[in-house]
């Protein structure tokens, strides 16, 4: 799980990366005008590329769990699973974020509410530390909150997917008549 959440961030600092430092260099050596040009175009295709591999790498995490392979097999795997079904999978996520903002949001405002009051109104450097703790705080329970359900949602379309492309509904249909010894393998791909 490391391996792939590392090898994400490293790939988006990466792309950015790449962005940033191509517009600087076309600030450098032809003007502030085409590195405007060229920093417009190279930052929506890189929010562009960003919530494609975003999509795309939807399942990895959940197939190194529940499918027990590596980072790289869980990348191919993901991309095999999402390749077809690419724009179904991004609405689903893109619909499931809003709903989880929503709710960590309506979780948060009473906590945020009540520290900006205290940030106001605070002239003590205590009253500004219990402020801010108690605006972290709702945050944080706002994420407690969401966060089991995104990981919900992206489970599910990931049994979804494998039944759509796999028949793994047959699968899971014996395993639920008792014909194997553990329902844990049948999420295996490969026979351990």
Wanted: charge should be neutral; aromatic fraction near 8%.
């Amino acid at each position: 799980m490391l391996g792939i959440t590392a090898l994400e961030a490293v790939g988006a600092l990466l792309l950015i990366g790449v962005a940033v430092g191509v517009t600087v260099a076309v600030a450098e050596f032809v003007g502030a005008a085409a590195a405007f040009v060229v920093g417009a175009v190279l930052g929506l295709t890189g929010i562009a590329a960003l919530v494609y591999l975003y999509t795309m790498l939807s399942f990895a995490p959940t197939l190194i769990v529940l499918e027990r392979i590596g980072v790289t097999a869980a990348i191919r795997r993901s991309f095999r699973l999402i390749r077809n079904d690419f724009w179904r999978v991004f609405g689903i996520r893109l619909l499931a974020a809003i709903i989880a903002g929503v709710i960590a949001g309506a979780v948060t405002v009473p906590f945020s509410l009540v520290g900006q009051v205290m940030l106001a109104v605070g002239e003590s450097t205590t009253m500004m530390v219990v402020a801010l703790v108690l605006i972290t705080v709702g945050a944080a329970i706002g994420q407690i909150v969401t966060a089991p359900f995104d990981a919900g949602v992206v489970v599910l379309l990931y049994a979804d997917r494998r039944i759509r492309a796999e028949a793994f509904d047959l699968v899971l249909r014996t395993g639920a008549t008792g014909m194997v010894d553990s329902t844990d393998d049948l999420w295996l791909t490969q026979p351990r």
